[in-house]
């Protein structure tokens, strides 16, 4: 596989995570009235361990995410990697919970989609507009700038642009930060995802990392899975390395982050407030349980910190 090519099939994988997260939300598996926005149709059916598990996912990060929030009373910042067309900004602007400063990195092309919806669609930009106190607010095509939220287009692989575009926007190395990769690290080279999770540790002396990627690859419904994204024509290399917790967390462990754990999202589901896991188990009628017991034991929530600050970070948990 070429390498544009295996490029454009990455960029295509943020279409299919906002498509199962519209059907699911559409469902009422949780609320999201900012992501009609970036998919205009519901768009066909979804199995319903599908649904499940972009559930345990969209829960499983929240739940870090808000914690650290919390813990550092939002007086951080936010950085999601490969972001997609994820909709957190508007949740958390919603709910009270902005960061000082949230920022987002993708490939320049997804990047333009997301800023031409965003100025298009008045319920996108108003957010954005309220947050914003100073007249210099940047919008173009391949980049967004405002006091509480920016948009990045680069190339995580490209360490040394990131960076530099980062701090161009203002990040502030010394704030407590969260990172956040969801379903992203896996389509790079294990040296390459490496590359970001220690520039990450020697950037930023407070922070968390939370990554959910597959995990479990080297069994039977690995291999299975691993058959699917070839066929898709992704680069391999990375979802190939995701065998175990343990390599999750000494991706962590190896790159100068001093505390790293890591649980499967069979595990994470079964820690979810049971009240809502029984809510939603009641939307959908599911045939097999065992099924999803599989697919969700093939993911994982990886969490990391450095706290220089000393604020608790490593009690930060499910
Ligand atoms: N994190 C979002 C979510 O969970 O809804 C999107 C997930 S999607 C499966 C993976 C995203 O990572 C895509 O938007 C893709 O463009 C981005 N991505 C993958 N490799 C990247 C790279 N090397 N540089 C920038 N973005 C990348």
Known sequence: ID???????????????????????????????YIQ??????GERKAPEINRGYYARVQGVNHLLDAFLRKTQC??????LGAGLDTTFWRLKDENLMPRKFFEVDFPTVVARKIHNIK????????????????????????LDSDRYCIIGADL?????????????????????????????????PSQSSNVVHWAAETFPT???VNYEQVNMSDRFGQVMIENLRRRQCNLAGVEACQSLDTQR???????????????????????????VARIERLEFLDERELLQQLLQHY?????TKDKLKLGLSQLAF
């Open 300 to 304: 994982s929530i990886c969490w990391a």
């Open 207 to 209: 922070a968390m990392f």
């Open 120 to 143: 298009t669609k008045p319920p996108l930009s108003k957010p954005l507009i309220e947050t914003h106190s100073t007249d210099s607010l940047l919008l173009d095509a391949h980049s």
């Open 37 to 42: 926005y970036f998919v205009r149709s519901v």
């Open 75 to 80: 007086d951080c910042q936010v950085i999601n």
């Open 250 to 276: 000494e991706r962590f462990l190896k790159t100068g982050w001093e505390q790293s754990d890591a649980l499967d999202m069979m595990t994470v589901y079964s820690m979810l407030p049971q009240d809502d």
């Open 3 to 33: 390498s544009d090519t295996s490029d454009e099939a990455v960029r295509a994988t943020c279409d299919d995570a906002t498509i199962c997260k519209r059907f699911a939300s559409s469902k009422s598996y949780w609320k999201d009235p």
């Open 157 to 189: 692989r490209d360490i040394s642009n990131l960076d530099e575009k980062l701090k161009k926007f203002q990040l502030n190395p010394e704030l407590p930060t969260l990172l956040l990769s969801e379903c992203v690290l896996v389509y790079m080279t």
